[in-house]
């Protein structure tokens, strides 16, 4: 089984027996077709849809956890969260969800959009910043390197956009 295989079931949705189950080490009894993934979305209060986290594998290392919470965002998913991944998993003495030397986190939908957009911002920012370089180079050389040159020379090397 690899990683990326794992679902995540949503406890708050699903219908699992209370008495057969062991919440505290991570062990659930559910009823049949009585799982709900997170790859579904719910309706929130408010009316809308709230599809909730993004869940994420990363290496069960202090150092790493702690990058991806400070910079990142994420939080880890403990046995005290709504939230339980398909076996083979296990709990750790902390209550972490483990597979192997990996460790689930989840980061809201919200959080992990912005960074996304923040990322893709960065990104452009940078495309254009180069070619502002290129197209000086190109001036002091003498060469033409206009916006509308180099779009037509994108569109006969096949690279619209």
Known sequence: ????????????????????????????????????YTDKPMAD????LDFG???KWGR????????????DGFELVTAKDPYLPEEPTALD???KFIFGDAVLMKITLRKYAEKQMLSQAKSDKAVASRMKEFQATCAEKGVEASDEFIGEWKKELGMDD
């Open 93 to 95: 003495a902390e209550g």
């Open 60 to 71: 069960n290392d202090a150092k790493d956890i702690s990058t991806w919470k400070i910079r």
């Open 1 to 36: 089984m690899f990683l990326s295989e794992i679902k995540i079931i949503d406890l708050k949705r699903s219908k699992w027996d209370k008495v057969k189950s062991k919440p505290a080490k991570g062990i659930y009894k559910f009823a049949k077709g009585g799982k709900v």
């Open 53 to 55: 986290y993004k869940f």
């Open 45 to 48: 209060t408010t009316g809308g």
